[in-house]
């Protein structure tokens, strides 16, 4: 059966850098999307940024351009999202999705519908 570990969260200050990750399983890794997402207390959850097979494409929240930047490793099915300068807002629990790329994740990849399968979630806190 299909399944994304995530891990990388943890406690950082403002300022620093944490990088997640996200290793997918049981799915034809090139022909799916990934997307990363955040959900922080008492919010919506909301589109942090997505990349496509061998990285042909990235797309970033305007929060976070700049900031972070997603890749991928195809060969160990794994896609990364290296945050750097964090901010308090950042803190939330992150999660990858996956999606077959079709003209519909192209469409919608900044919502939740193309995304087929989700990860459980890592924790990244930002405080002082």
């Known amino acids: 059966q299909v399944q994304l570990v995530e891990s990388g969260g943890g406690l950082v200050q403002p300022g620093g850098s944490l990088r997640l990750s996200c290793a997918a399983s049981?799915?034809?890794?090139?022909?799916?999307?990934t997307g990363w997402f955040r959900q922080a207390p008492g919010k919506e959850r909301e589109f942090v940024s997505a990349?496509?097979?061998?990285?042909?494409?990235?797309y970033y929240a305007d929060s976070v351009k700049g900031r972070f930047t997603v890749s991928s490793d195809d060969g160990s099915n794994t896609v990364y999202l290296q945050m750097t300068n964090l901010k308090f807002e950042d803190t939330a629990v992150y999660y990858c999705g996956v999606g077959r790329l079709t003209s519909d994740f192209f469409s919608y990849y900044r919502r939740g519908g193309p995304y087929e399968y989700w990860g459980q979630g890592t924790q990244v806190t930002v405080s002082s």
């Open positions: 049981g799915l034809p890794f090139s022909k799916y999307g």
């Open positions: 990349i496509t097979y061998n990285s042909r494409n990235t």
